[in-house]
């Protein structure tokens, strides 16, 4: 099994009547396998066994930068299903299942992805908290500064951020 790495545990239980925990995956591996996926998830679900949380939700991305999941995402739960938590017997875990609820293309076609470089990444992050920290700024704008902070182009600055956004949905 590949080396991956929790990054992030977040209680989300709040108001929903069940004991929930989000957590995320670091897994800096590509070309990796579905199944070599799936193992990091279950192994996720292992070490959490016996702690009283009813529903578990897997991120397994390939950088902890990465806004949205590049690999997959898993939901242990009553049935495979999250939103039945609350049903569930967080002592025994019986009737839970691993549900993938979202499974990249790449894991079964990694040739049609081009994994980003560092410097797509680093792009990318400041793009993300530029217009998360100002929404009223235009992407345009945005671009041009980091163009501007990193003695590139704007179109090769738009070419970096993108390359990120198109590896993470491949």
């Not at 579905?34 to 009283?52: D, I, K, L, P, Y």
């Not at 040739?111 to 990318?124: G, M």
């Amino acid at each position: 099994m590949p080396a991956y790495e929790i990054f992030e545990r977040r209680d989300v239980s709040a108001g929903s009547g069940a004991r929930r925990l989000a957590l995320r995956a670091e897994l800096r591996t590509f070309p990796v396998s579905e199944q070599q996926v799936t193992a990091v998830a279950s192994q996720v679900v292992e070490r959490h066994r016996g702690q009283g949380w009813q529903a578990l939700s897997i991120v397994v991305t390939y950088d902890r930068r990465e806004v949205l999941p590049s690999y997959a995402v898993f939901e242990w739960a009553p049935g495979g299903r999250w939103s039945e938590a609350a049903t569930g017997d967080a002592a025994t875990w019986r009737g839970y299942q691993l549900n993938a609820a979202t499974l990249r293309e790449k894991l079964a076609q990694p040739n049609k992805c081009r994994l980003p470089t560092e410097q797509a990444y680093v792009l990318n992050a400041e793009f993300n908290q530029a217009t998360e920290d100002n929404v009223e700024v235009s992407e345009e704008a945005v671009l041009s500064e980091i163009a501007k902070r990193h003695k590139i182009s704007t179109a090769r600055a738009e070419e970096l951020v993108v390359a990120v956004e198109d590896w993470t949905m491949c």
